[in-house]
Nanobody
Framework: QVQLVDSGGGLVQAGGSLRLSCAAS????????MGWFRQAPGKERVFVAA????????IYADSVKGRFTISRDNAKNTVYLQMNSLKPAETAVYYC??????????????WGQGTQVTVSS
């Protein structure tokens, strides 16, 4: 089995920054792609960013390009999401996810429990 534990959420003012982390454990060799999704209140979960196993390829949602950066440290089995210039509309629960292929295909195979990000205006 694979377990994903995400953390790093919190309260930040508009224009501020946060860095989310997601630690994978268990049969991590099954994870090729790691990524992030978010779900705002009353809305569907949407894709934010993804990174391939070797970090050679990344994908971003158009809405976060230039402001968010995804990275991973395979030695630590951890993926990060650096979020800059945050906007109130980006208040959501952020979920770490893992998939066994690249490019990833829905539905992703593994999910974290989510971490709340609140951006105040």
């Amino acid at each position: 089995q694979v377990q994903l534990v995400d953390s790093g959420g919190g309260l930040v003012q508009a224009g501020g920054s946060l860095r989310l982390s997601c630690a994978a454990s268990g049969r991590t060799y099954r994870i090729y792609t790691m990524g992030w999704f978010r779900q705002a209140p009353g809305k569907e979960r949407v894709f934010v960013a993804a990174i391939s196993q070797t970090s050679s390829s990344t994908i971003y949602a158009d809405s976060v390009k230039g402001r968010f950066t995804i990275s991973r440290d395979n030695a630590k089995n951890t993926v990060y999401l650096q979020m800059n210039s945050l906007k109130p509309a980006e208040t959501a629960v952020y979920y770490c996810a893992g998939d066994s292929s690249w490019p990833p295909s829905a539905p992703w195979d593994y999910w974290g429990q989510g971490t709340q990000v609140t951006v105040s205006s």
